[in-house]
C-alpha cells in the first residue's frame, strides 16, 4: 500500500468504505494498483454505496490521468451489472408467484390487470413492473393458494 493520508486521522489500511472523501482523493491521485483494487472491490460490492458516491464526487473536480475514466467504467459496470441482478431477482419471483398461484398465467395476468403477453415480459426480466404491480401479484399469488 503506497497511499499515505496527509493531515488525515484515517489509517490506509482501514476499510475504504470508512474513508472520508478527502482519503479517496489521495487514493485516487497518489495511490497505486492495491489501493485501486481495494476501491473497485467496494464498488462491486456497493455500486451505489458511500465509496463510490464519494469516488463520484472526488472525479468532479479532480480527473486523476489515467484513474478518472477507468473508476467512471467500474461505477458504471458495477451498476449495470447489479441492476441486471435485480431484474433477474425480481423476474423469479414473478415466475416463483404464478407457479405458486396455481393459476395459469393467463388468469394470473387477467387478476392483476395486465395481458398475458405484458406478464410474460416481467417474468422474463426484460420489464420491470412497478412496486404497486409488485405488491398487486403477491396478494393476488396468496389470496389464490388460500383459497
Do not use: C
Not at 6 to 23: F, I, K
Not at 43 to 59: C, D, F, K, Y
Not at 112 to 124: E, H
Amino acid at each position: 500500500m503506497s497511499v499515505t493520508f496527509r493531515n488525515l486521522d484515517t489509517d490506509p489500511r482501514a476499510p475504504v468504505s470508512s474513508w472520508p472523501t478527502e482519503a479517496v482523493q489521495a487514493a485516487l491521485e497518489r495511490g497505486d494498483f492495491d489501493d485501486w483494487r481495494r476501491l473497485v472491490e467496494a464498488v462491486r460490492v456497493e455500486p451505489w454505496g458511500r465509496t463510490a458516491r464519494r469516488i463520484e464526487e472526488v472525479l468532479t473536480h479532480s480527473r486523476p490521468y489515467g484513474v478518472a475514466e477507468v473508476f467512471e467504467h467500474v461505477i458504471d459496470r458495477a451498476r449495470r451489472r447489479a441492476e441486471t441482478a435485480e431484474r433477474e431477482q425480481v423476474a423469479a419471483e414473478i415466475r416463483d408467484l404464478v407457479a405458486k398461484s396455481g393459476l395459469s398465467r393467463s388468469a394470473f395476468a387477467s387478476r392483476i390487470g395486465t395481458s398475458p403477453s405484458r406478464l410474460s415480459t416481467y417474468a422474463s426480466g426484460k420489464v420491470t413492473p412497478s412496486a404497486a404491480l409488485m405488491l398487486r401479484m403477491r396478494r393476488v399469488a396468496a389470496a389464490a393458494r388460500e383459497g
